[in-house]
Structures are given as structure tokens and as C-alpha cells.
């Protein structure tokens, strides 16, 4: 039987988040059912709702950055039991036949992964619904275990800004000793920073303002370069083995071209649309630089960030708010006015103010 739920959901793009609600799907065989505890608010969340990507369906209920409790299994489960810490990120199916979900590359379905919210159920068609709700169910093979001695609260946002940033740092090879160069100081390069940093590689964090400089130093950052400064840009030249772009519009890329050194790799996480201005092809021939891009990751690797982040002690720096609050806090958001991810408790959606 489908089970009543209830959560935050956005009737259309232009309309505050009210609360919903709704029926989740009768668990199936494979399923986990999970009482949401935690969960983050990615700027996608936004964007989605906000239909700034022509892709939204009505109503959604957004999040993606989920920790919760296990509640119930389906009889084929065999990872998880009823009261394990879980974790659900940014999609919740796939083909699982391609070569890519062979490899455990889920997020390169060559069908197109299933979204946590937003998206039609491959079985049944219904539309998913996300984490800002008090409950969720969803197949064990795209369910992770929340590793002993990491925060809960801090550890929601490492399902997406975590994995987004460790994924390619781990696929293309940074090691101890590397130059990594960060750009931008939000959810995604803050946790950048982090990552590499316990990598073992010497961190630089690009940004725009002056004012972000002792925040990087704070966040693990060995240096700082203020991209708007042409003397600074210029004295980092030929510097880098690897640039981790996570800013999320459009902007001039070839002077963090022009910062790799030759057979660097600039990697794009951030950014989804045409690259404007245009990339001088000179930055990349001559220098035999890469220009690549990467998408969160795969369940492995999304299992193997979280045991990271628990071994090397590393969290998102999270601002917790509760249910009701959540349109003022996509206010801030659209602003930058949050250090660097709002989180929700879902208790709060037992309150009566809530409720």
C-alpha cells in the first residue's frame, strides 16, 4: 500500500513553497523506507523549481541531499535494516544495464539517470519527490550507509556538493604534492578546498572578492589568488596541474587557462551553460591542456566520499533552519547570503506550525 507523506512542495514557478500532501509508492521488493532526519538545500533545488531549466513538472517537492533513518526493507534487501543512518542523494534509479551502470557510473546512464525529485518513476511513471519531507522510498542500490562519527546534520550536503567536488578530483588523479586551484568559495568550493586539501594537494582559492580571502584560509586554502587583480592572475602563470571550476555562470575561462600548467586539466562542475566568452583554442593547443567536466557521482563513489569525509574529519559548514523557513532561506540563497548550506531539520515538520 502507498503510505501518506507529507513535505514542502512548489505548485509552480512562481509560487513560495507551501505544504503538500502527498502519497509515497508502495514499497517495492528492492526498497528502503526512510524517516528523513536531515536534509540540504542545493541552489539545483531552486533552479528547478524556479523552472530556470525548462525541465520542472508540478508539483515538486525538491531535495536532494537526504539523511535519514531506515523505517522498513522490501524482502530482497540485503545492505540495510531498520534502524541504520542512511543517505539518499541526487538520483534514486537507473537503466542498470549500460556500461556505464555496470561500472558504477550511474550518473552516465546512457538512458538518463532517474532524479530524486522531478522525475518519472521508471516503473510506474509517477513523478519522485524529494527531501523536503518526512519521509522517503527508494531502491537500496541508491541508498548509502552513513558512516560512524560524521555529523549528520553537516554530512547532508556531502551527497552533492561532496561527491560533485571529490569525483573529479579522484578521477583525474589529484595526489599529495599536486597544485589545485579552486574557483569560486561557495557549497561546491568550499568543500573543494577540503577534499583536495586532505588529498595531500596545495590548495589555491580563486575568487572575486577580497573579502573571501581569511574565510579560504579558514576553510584549508594555502593560498589565495582575487581573480579580479591582473597582477595576481599573472604572477600564478603556467602554475597548476589541476583547476576545479565551480562557479555556476557564465564567465571568461582562459585566464584559468592560462594559470595550467602544460597538460593541466580545468574541470567544470558548476557550469551548464555555453561557455561565454568563447575559449581561445590557443589556451588549449599549445599548452596541451584539457578542458573537461563532471557530474556528482556514482553509488561506489558516493559511499567512498562519505568514508572519506568521516576519515579525515571533514563536513559541510551548514546554517540549520527549520520547514517554514525555507522560503526566506531560498531568498538568502539567491542572494549568497549563506555559509555554505542551508540544512533543514525535519523534526520541524512535526511541529504545529509545521503541520
Known sequence: MSTPAKGYAAHS??????????????P??????????????CHSDLHFARDDWGMAAYPVVPGHEIVGRVTAVGHDVTT??????VGVGCMVDSCRQCNSCNSGLEQYCAEGFTMTYGSPDRHDNTLTQGGYSDSVVVSERFVVGMPDGLDLKSAAPILCAGITTYSPLKHYGVKPGDKVGVIGMGGLGHMGVKLASAMGAEVTLFTRSESKVAEAKKQGAD???????????????????????????QHDI??????????????LVGLLEPLDPAVSGAN?????????????????E???????????????????????????????MQKGDVRYR??????????????
Open 28 to 41: 517495492r521488493a528492492d526498497d528502503v523506507s526512510i524517516e528523513i532526519l536531515y536534509c540540504g538545500v
Open 342 to 355: 542551508f540544512v533543514i531539520d525535519m523534526a520541524s515538520l512535526k511541529d504545529s506550525s509545521a503541520a
Open 80 to 85: 540495510f535494516k531498520t534502524g541504520d543512518i
Open 254 to 267: 582562459n585566464p584559468y587557462l592560462n594559470a595550467l600548467k602544460p597538460d593541466g586539466t580545468h574541470i
Open 223 to 249: 593560498h589565495v589568488v582575487v581573480s579580479t587583480d591582473e597582477a595576481q592572475m599573472t604572477a600564478v602563470t603556467e602554475t597548476f596541474d589541476f583547476m576545479l571550476d565551480t562557479v555556476p555562470v
Open 302 to 332: 558516493t559511499q567512498e566520499v562519505l568514508e572519506f569525509c568521516a576519515e579525515h574529519g571533514i563536513t559541510c559548514d551548514v546554517e540549520m533552519i527549520n520547514i517554514d523557513q525555507i522560503n526566506e532561506a531560498w531568498d538568502r
Open 284 to 300: 588549449l593547443v599549445f599548452r596541451r591542456r584539457v578542458l573537461a567536466g563532471s557530474l556528482i557521482g556514482g553509488m561506489p
Open 13 to 26: 514557478a512562481e509560487t513560495p513553497l507551501a505544504l503538500w500532501n502527498f502519497e509515497r509508492r508502495t
